[in-house]
């Protein structure tokens, strides 16, 4: 399978703990993003990388959150003294060139914070 | 600004009868809209989109929506359901003005035999 892969998928971790996850695109893809979906809302946008720049990062990335892209291959986000706030779906795409072009996504990694 | 509103939280249809799911959005440029489809345990996967060519947008698996700039709609049918068409659907815009794609809610398909 040539699509996105995210790892892992489910993820439980104890309030103040840190978390990273791992999003491996489509090898051609020059642009990666990361979204969080909770319940009942649709995917907000977090970040996204161009190669191996990071080029946009949303106001609900807060200074917790950091995402890397080394080499413009896979990326990881990370959560640093996770909060119960944080659990929700982290979903993660990839794509050729800009926003107008499809985004093809990966299944997620569910992040549980107790 | 750029938004999008989906108008129904859910939509119950049977197999073999028309769908359709309201989407109306806001933009302060030229938008391209799309619509992607979730199934569970799936990843978001894009239906459709508009880029200001064709109004009439046809899709994969029988849908197609309609750009209506004057009613500022997206909205997405399909002519006769499938089960396999039980899904949440969200419709998406991005406008030139802006870097990133705002999502609607969603739409939960619900599709009886």
């Known amino acids: 399978d040539t699509g996105v892969s995210q790892d892992p998928r489910h993820k439980i971790t104890k309030r103040g703990q840190n978390v990273t996850f791992r999003c491996d695109p489509i090898s051609e893809h020059n642009r990666l993003y990361w979204y969080r979906q909770t319940l009942g809302q649709g995917p907000e946008f977090l970040t996204y990388?161009?190669?191996?720049?990071?080029?946009?990062k949303s106001r609900l990335l807060s200074d917790r959150f950091s995402a890397e892209r080394p080499k413009g291959s896979f990326s990881t986000l990370e959560i640093q003294r996770t909060e119960q706030g944080d659990s929700a779906m982290y979903l993660c795409?990839?794509?050729?060139?800009?926003?107008?072009?499809?985004?093809?996504f990966g299944p997620g990694t569910r992040l549980t914070v107790l | 600004a750029q938004s999008v509103t989906q108008l129904d939280s859910h939509v119950s249809v049977s197999e073999g009868t028309p769908v359709l799911l309201r989407c109306n959005y806001s933009?302060?440029?030229?938008?391209?809209l799309f619509w992607y489809v979730q199934h569970p345990n799936k990843g978001l996967q894009l239906l459709l989109k508009y880029t200001s060519a064709a109004t009439l947008v046809k899709g994969i698996n029988g849908f197609e929506a309609e750009f209506k700039k004057s009613e500022t709609s997206f909205h997405l049918t399909k002519p006769s359901a499938h089960m396999s068409d039980a899904a949440e659907y969200f419709c998406?815009?991005?406008?030139?003005?802006?870097?990133?794609?705002?999502f609607g809610k969603g739409t939960m398909l619900l599709v009886s035999p």
């Open positions: 933009s302060s440029y030229s938008p391209s």
């Open positions: 998406v815009v991005w406008d030139s003005g802006y870097s990133t794609l705002t």
């Open positions: 795409a990839s794509s050729l060139g800009g926003w107008y072009n499809e985004q093809f």
């Open positions: 990388f161009q190669n191996e720049a990071q080029l946009e």
